[in-house]
């Protein structure tokens, strides 16, 4: 390489780091800004300007909430300075791979970040807590085997006929102090927010166990519990249209239009969602099948689930086992999830 290349490499890198400072600056110095007023403050080309924005993006440096036409560019703050907790290696990875916070503001943190902006956030000891948020997972992990939670002795106790053979969860909603596990974090907002994106992501989770069900159980039919809030992209339905079920059939499983649409979690007493699930959701089915998997979002009481499931053997459309899965479920009261 020339020397006159050596320099021009460097003016090149000083530039890009020069622009980057620019558009940091101000950001912070604005809040939020959309790309026309980068465009006009840096004046730069659009493309040298999206190089420059996605740069940032993939250091962690800014983030962006909207959708185009209305895209803002935000300040990502940094929680923390690297090296300035003495956590052990093995608790932090333990903690990037299970944890999950949304902030308030729409911002999805993961990992050993958003552990460390949460702590921070709720004035807590890093080092201290980091070790008891291990703690608590691995209290719950001892119900978990083959990647899925046995949730069958919670229904046993809550129920005086339980007509499910079997019931799993993904994982917990919540844990007791800390709150939605990633799991309950990304039901919630995939829901709440329409997100496509999130949900696809949230589907990738639930498939290789929806999978690892079928072949184990020998499932004959599948049945997806059907949602009562209406929305424009309903959760349940992508999974439906987005879950291989190879060669199960698929159970017609309708909900009840009723005058007034009662959804599961605005009912606190247990008898009523037990009316609510036996009244509302009907099996449109004439075939009969052997072993069934039922599938629904989130476990509360169990109510829905489990009345579906009589219902399929009432009306002898499930000659076999009845398995329910439910993406989340409470590890305690059902009142807990309340929420999705």
């Known amino acids: 390489m020339t020397v006159d290349s ?32 980068l465009g006009d403050y840096i004046g730069i080309s659009r493309q040298g300007l999206y190089r420059q924005i996605n740069n940032l993006l993939e250091k962690g ?47 999805k943190m993961e990992g050993w970040e958003g552990f460390i902006y949460w702590c921070q956030k709720t004035k807590q000891d890093v080092a201290k807590v980091s070790k008891e948020y291990i703690a608590i997972l691995e209290k719950y992990n001892q119900f978990r085997k083959n990647g899925l939670i046995d949730g069958l002795g919670k229904i046993k106790t809550t129920f005086e006929k339980v007509f499910l053979d079997k019931l799993f969860y993904v994982d917990f909603y919540s844990l007791e102090r800390f709150g939605k596990t990633k799991l309950g974090q990304l039901l919630l ?26 072949k184990k159980y020998k499932i004959d039919a599948v049945g997806f519990i059907p949602p009562t809030v209406k929305r424009e992209v309903q959760f349940m339905k992508e999974l439906e249209r987005n879950t291989n079920i190879l060669k199960a059939q698929k159970i017609s499983l309708l909900k009840i239009k009723t005058e007034v649409a009662i959804p599961q979690k605005t009912l606190n007493k247990l008898a009523d969602r037990m009316e609510n699930a036996k009244k509302t959701i009907l099996a449109d089915e004439k075939a009969q099948y052997g072993n069934i998997l039922l599938i629904d979002d989130a476990v509360g009481s169990g109510a829905t689930l ?28 059902f009142d807990v999830i309340s929420e999705v």
């Open 6 to 37: 050596k320099l021009s490499t460097v003016y090149n890198r000083d530039m890009r780091n020069d622009t980057s400072e620019r558009i940091i600056e101000y950001i912070g110095s604005k809040g939020e800004v959309s790309a026309k007023d």
């Open 61 to 107: 440096a800014i983030y962006k909430i909207g959708k185009p036409p209305k895209v803002f560019y935000l300040l990502k703050n940094k929680p923390f300075v690297a090296g300035a907790f003495f956590v052990e290696e093995k608790i932090k990875a333990k903690i990037e791979k299970n944890y999950l916070i949304i902030t308030p503001t729409g911002e």
């Open 189 to 214: 907002y995939a829901k709440q927010s329409q997100d496509k994106k999130m949900i696809k992501k949230l589907i990738e989770e639930i498939n290789p166990r929806i999978s690892f069900l079928l």
């Open 306 to 333: 489990n009345e579906t499931a009589g219902q399929l053997k009432r009306k002898k459309i499930c000659r076999g086992k009845i398995v329910g899965l439910s993406i989340t479920g409470s590890a305690k009261g």
